[in-house]
């Protein structure tokens, strides 16, 4: 059965430092795996997407993801965090089928 | 830019009443869905369909229904609230031909049930 873990379920960062947040699936065929981010009260807008190929992959606003294989992983980075990165956080899996979403991380920034 | 609108935003009503959230996509996607998000974030697919005249429950059981007549509608309903549906419902759509799964999102109509 698919699946999607993320371990993490509230992180807080400081404004200008790095961030990392882990996404583990579980899937039996090759995935498609995506990052969604949801602001209070909206729907989820797509950051980045993995469908085959370069294996680290950039999306938008400023944050990229590594895909590896060996370790089922799909970790969300950005080098450098804004206060308006603090939202929630999904990392999906799926290949033609219903996304599977993971439980979601949610991102604090403080000053 | 996503074209995908729901409506209401937000809803406030008594239990028994009769509710119909609506949701209409201008992209021409075949695949529609809807989501229940839960106060602490979890999405559970409820409802998804690939074309007119086709509907699927999801994983989670819900006792709402849903209905495809046109391509770019798809309106869930609840016969009779309860506290209980107390959520917020976010639609969504895909691309057929891409077959990718990639989700296009509304920004979700947040119910509740008094």
């Known amino acids: 059965a698919q699946s999607v873990t993320q371990p993490d379920i509230h992180i807080t960062v400081s404004e200008g430092a790095s961030l990392e947040l882990r996404c583990n699936y579980s899937y039996g065929a090759t995935p498609y795996l995506f990052w969604y981010v949801q602001s209070p009260g909206q729907g989820l807008q797509l950051l980045l997407k993995?469908?085959?190929?370069?294996?680290l992959v950039q999306g938008i606003k400023g944050f990229e993801a590594e895909f590896k294989r060996s370790q089922s992983s799909f970790n969300l980075r950005k080098p450098s965090v804004h206060w308006s990165d603090a939202a929630e956080y999904f990392c999906?899996?799926?290949?033609?089928?219903?996304?599977?979403f993971g439980k979601g991380t949610r991102l604090s920034v403080i000053a | 830019e996503a074209d995908i609108y729901q409506t209401p935003r937000y809803l406030v009503i008594g239990t028994g009443k009769k509710i119909t959230l609506e949701c209409s996509q201008t992209m021409g996607h075949d695949k529609m869905y809807w989501y229940q998000q839960d106060p602490g974030m979890e999405l559970h697919l409820i409802h998804y369909?690939?074309?007119?005249?086709?509907?699927e429950k999801g994983d989670l059981s819900s006792e709402s229904t849903v209905s495809r007549i046109r391509t770019e509608h798809f309106p869930l309903t609840l016969e009779s609230a309860r506290p209980s549906h107390t959520s917020q419902y976010l639609c969504?759509?895909?691309?057929?031909?891409?077959?990718?799964?990639?989700?296009?999102f509304g920004e979700g109509s947040r119910l509740t049930v008094l």
């Open positions: 999906a899996v799926g290949h033609g089928t219903p996304l599977v």
């Open positions: 969504a759509s895909s691309d057929r031909g891409l077959n990718t799964g990639e989700l296009f």
């Open positions: 993995y469908f085959s190929g370069d294996t």
């Open positions: 369909s690939y074309g007119v005249n086709s509907t």
